[in-house]
């Protein structure tokens, strides 16, 4: 679990944290990453990973912006459809109108609630993603990358491809829905799983996603109809793995 908090008013900002870390040690769990932060910029350059394993706390008001964690909530919803997204705010009257972000928001938690109150709802939305987590530890499998100098992960059904990148020794993983970057071989990345193939010597894809070759113009091609170049040498193992690859999904639905 990774747990993000936006909160430009220093005491809140505290407030919230310790009564995060207290439930965590409370209910014996851990967050591989949990940080408190003033500015959404900040926040959504250190988001590395998607899923329902991401819990987000957002105060409404930002720096006196009425809707501005509203607004930082949207861009996340749309870099991740799976986080755990929670208001922490006095403006509860903004709930109705969270529908228009298309936020899904899972809970609103009022500033102005008791000590006791406030840190028990804040222990719901832990625990509720602690549950999401669990779940779907055996039911999606990940991608999930970590090194000295970067920490990625995303479900493998949504990876289409890598491709190197033109800051050296870094590569591009093209989801259906984003673009992240980070450090790393395209060598190494293989290895870690038989659904990935380097087709190309600036491109590795994820044959689960592959939706057709074309041999004439060297392409590969996905369902979005996003491509990527393939060796001239490489097209007949591609073309040999991929059909291999289906063959296998159907055996597995059978």
């Known amino acids: 679990m990774n747990i993000f908090i936006l ?35 900040n926040l959504l350059d250190n988001v590395k990973e998607r899923g329902s394993h991401q819990l987000f706390f957002f105060d409404i008001e930002i720096k006196d912006e009425p809707r501005k964690g509203l607004e930082v909530a949207s861009e996340l919803r749309q870099m991740d459809p799976n986080a755990v997204i929670v208001f922490v705010t006095t403006h509860s009257e903004f709930a109705p109108i969270s529908f228009k972000y298309k936020v899904a928001a899972y809970d609103f938690i009022d500033k102005n609630l008791d000590p006791d109150d406030f840190k ?12 999401l987590s669990k779940s779907l530890q055996t039911e999606v499998d990940y991608f999930d990358y970590k090194s000295a100098k970067a920490q990625v992960k995303v479900p493998l059904h949504d990876i289409l491809y890598f491709e190197t990148s033109q800051t050296a020794h870094k590569l591009i993983l093209r989801t259906k829905t984003e673009r992240l970057e980070f450090y790393a071989k395209l060598s190494d990345i ?65």
Not at 207 to 231: H, R, T
Not at 233 to 243: F, G, P, Q, R, S
């Open 120 to 131: 028990e709802q804040v222990r719901d939305s832990i625990l509720y993603t602690a549950s």
């Open 190 to 254: 293989e290895k870690m799983s038989d659904k990935f193939y380097q087709c190309h010597r600036s491109f590795l894809v994820n044959l689960d996603n592959v939706n057709g070759v074309d041999k004439a113009e060297q392409l590969v091609y996905f369902e979005n109809g996003e491509s990527c170049l393939v060796s001239r040498l490489k097209i007949k193992t591609l073309i040999a793995k991929w059909e291999n690859n289906i063959s296998g999904r159907k055996n597995d639905i059978s």
């Open 7 to 41: 909160e430009d008013n220093l005491y809140q900002q505290e407030r919230l944290l310790g009564a995060v870390k207290e439930i965590l040690k409370e209910e014996n769990l851990s967050a591989r990453h949990l940080a408190a932060y003033s500015k959404a910029t």
